[in-house]
């Protein structure tokens, strides 16, 4: 309200306000010229795109150097992309934009490496390849090209968009699937088995585990009694002392502020993300300053699946509902062809 009493605010993680629509974006717009200085931090300033970049650089200048609105910076750096008549989907940047947008910002941001200020030690990502069974390679064949697929408890799982069908895919990949009631199917054990020999090759060393479902964590709470859940400062504790050899946590709610490299140094991608920004934040939940050992990043990939196409994505840091539609579209040309 009228009465703000902060001359000086510093935004932790200031990519959560990348959104110029969302409620904090316009709560923090509003009392922002009360605000004498404003400084923000974080380490994925851009996780989607320079789109990202706007909001949080008018909160800092008010628009002096990207612009005054959004629409202003986009007329200026980017060209529409797919679109529906006068909606359009996606802004590309042109091809200086990458180049003029840090020129226009240099003078008041200042971006620091953490290898060039701490040592850390080195990073290993691995693919682990499951080989999914025929039938359940067979039924997830089916759901990607017809959208619908029959359960045996006379229920179906049943695709209606994009983004839909990316999630019914995943969840399949993963080895279970919810139905049009809610309830869970499962598919196949095959991602548990993998996980069970990551486990057993590493030794009894301390495992972080990311999941994205709730059937997800069901299911690897069935078959890893020892495994906790991360929910409480009291695991995080449990966790750093060495008491828990698995740990259960899900990216989105792990993925900031958390310091949990005193208690492990494995990790593993049960289920993948489309988000670049909750994937880099989740893995420097173990790789940041007080990590004494390598850094091993496990990610259980289902072959033929769109496990592929997601870790693609991240790779190609194009992650995000970008990511989805490309892969998505993909299958569709593919069987378009193919039905030629």
Not at 9 to 38: C, G, M, T, Y
Not at 97 to 108: F, L, P
Not at 187 to 202: G, R
Not at 277 to 294: D, F, P, V, W
Request: aromatic share 8%; hydrophobic share 40%; proline share 4%.
């Amino acid at each position: 309200g009228r009465d703000w009493p902060f001359d000086m605010v510093v935004l932790d993680e200031s990519s959560s306000f990348k959104n110029h629509q969302a409620k904090r974006f316009r709560a923090l717009r509003r009392i922002r010229p009360k605000i004498k200085r404003l400084v923000e931090l974080t380490g994925t300033p851009a996780p989607n795109g320079l789109m990202d970049l706007w909001s949080q650089i008018y909160l800092l200048d008010g628009g002096k150097r990207l612009g005054r609105t959004i629409g202003e910076y986009r007329r200026r750096w980017f060209s529409p992309g797919r679109g529906n008549g006068f909606a359009v989907w996606e802004w590309n940047p042109v091809e200086s934009a990458d180049k003029e947008i840090y020129e226009a910002i240099s003078d008041i941001c200042v971006s620091m490496k953490a290898e060039d200020y701490i040592s850390l030690p080195p990073v290993i990502y691995n693919t682990v390849k499951v080989i999914l069974p025929e039938a359940s390679k067979a039924a997830y064949k089916k759901l990607e090209k017809e959208l619908v697929l029959p359960l045996a408890n006379d229920e179906a799982v049943t695709a209606t968009s994009a983004a839909v069908l990316s999630n019914k895919l995943l969840q399949m990949a993963n080895g279970a699937v919810y139905d049009e009631t809610g309830n869970v199917a499962e598919i196949h054990a095959a991602k548990l088995d993998a996980l069970s020999e990551v486990v057993e090759a590493n030794n009894n060393k301390a495992i972080l585990v990311f999941y994205w479902f709730r059937h997800d964590l069901e299911r690897l709470k069935k078959r890893f009694p020892e495994a906790r859940k991360l929910e409480t400062a009291k695991d995080i504790e449990a966790w750093n002392a060495g008491k828990v050899k698995i740990l259960l946590a899900h990216p989105a709610s792990a993925g900031h502020g958390l310091n949990l490299q005193r208690g492990g140094s494995v990790i593993v991608w049960f289920s993948l993300t489309w988000s670049l920004e909750l994937y880099q934040q989740a893995n420097k939940r173990l790789h940041r300053s007080g990590q004494q050992n390598t850094v091993v990043i496990h990610h259980l990939v289902a072959e033929g699946t769109i496990d592929k196409d997601v870790l693609a994505a991240l790779a190609a840091k194009k992650a995000g509902q970008d990511g989805l539609l490309e892969a998505i579209k993909a299958k569709v040309k593919e069987y378009g062809e193919a039905q030629k």
